[in-house]
T-cell receptor, first 115, second 112 residues
Framework: DSGVTQTPKHLITATGQRVTLRCSPR?????VYWYQQSLDQGLQFLIQ???????AKGNILERFSAQQFPDLHSELNLSSLELGDSALYFC??????????????FGEGSWLTVV | EDQVTQSPEALRLQEGESSSLNCSYT??????LFWYRQDPGKGPEFLFT???AGEEKEKERLKATLTKKESFLHITAPKPEDSATYLC?????????????FGAGTRLTVKP
């Protein structure tokens, strides 16, 4: 158990809908990361927050957004869902902002299926 | 361009048959190289961080080594429970915002 908690574990939704994925980082970690993993793409970095502020952006679509709240939990909002958005979405956390070999720890993921 | 390449894509071993997985990287200014283990449908589980060439780390049947161009994950006398996908990732000056860049992974199957 990494200490990173994600909910829900599974969800199925229709195209065009909007969903919110939730993440609680490890106790004491200030950075939260979101990754997407699909069968044909491997792990893709989406976005990072540090202590409530956006720190780095990766391959995140404009239909997706995220935020980190004062209690450090984070939410990833996915809207206007398409079939291709079906994937495992991972949250990860680390103590620091992301410098020099900062280890990140992953949650168990949220399986999103868009039908 | 590929910055992190793992080989082989898949590896099948008999129980007890030692082998090595490779992770080669082309980025400059390496800040850290990470190994993770991922079971199907689960989150990646952290194994090792290596920071500089020549560094080695061990955990049970696994040993990770690092050179200036690649890292190896050596598996000694593997057991069926070592079956998983092993992911390598790098953080480097050349990668924007110190993003952790992952390889595609090596899918290891250990048969009893």
């Amino acid at each position: 158990d990494s200490g990173v908690t994600q909910t829900p574990k599974h969800l199925i939704t229709a195209t065009g809908q909007r969903v919110t994925l939730r993440c609680s980082p490890r106790s004491g970690d200030l950075s939260v990361y979101w990754y997407q993993q699909s069968l044909d793409q491997g792990l893709q970095f989406l976005i990072q927050y540090y202590n409530g502020e956006e720190r780095a952006k990766g391959n995140i679509l404009e239909r997706f957004s995220a935020q980190q709240f004062p209690d450090l939990h984070s939410e990833l909002n996915l809207s206007s869902l398409e079939l291709g958005d079906s994937a495992l979405y991972f949250c990860a956390s680390s103590v620091a902002r992301g410098e020099a070999g900062n280890t990140i720890y992953f949650g168990e993921g949220s399986w999103l299926t868009v039908v | 361009e590929d910055q992190v390449t793992q080989s082989p894509e898949a590896l099948r071993l008999q129980e007890g048959e030692s082998s090595s997985l490779n992770c080669s990287y082309t980025v400059s200014g390496l800040r850290g190289l990470f190994w993770y283990r991922q079971d199907p449908g689960k989150g990646p589980e952290f194994l090792f961080t290596l920071y500089s060439a020549g560094e080695e780390k061990e955990k049970e049947r696994l040993k990770a080594t690092l050179t200036k161009k690649e890292s190896f994950l050596h598996i000694t006398a593997p057991k069926p429970e070592d079956s998983a996908t092993y992911l390598c990732a790098v953080q480097a000056d050349a990668i924007l915002n110190n993003d952790m860049r992952f390889g595609a992974g090596t899918r290891l199957t250990v048969k009893p």
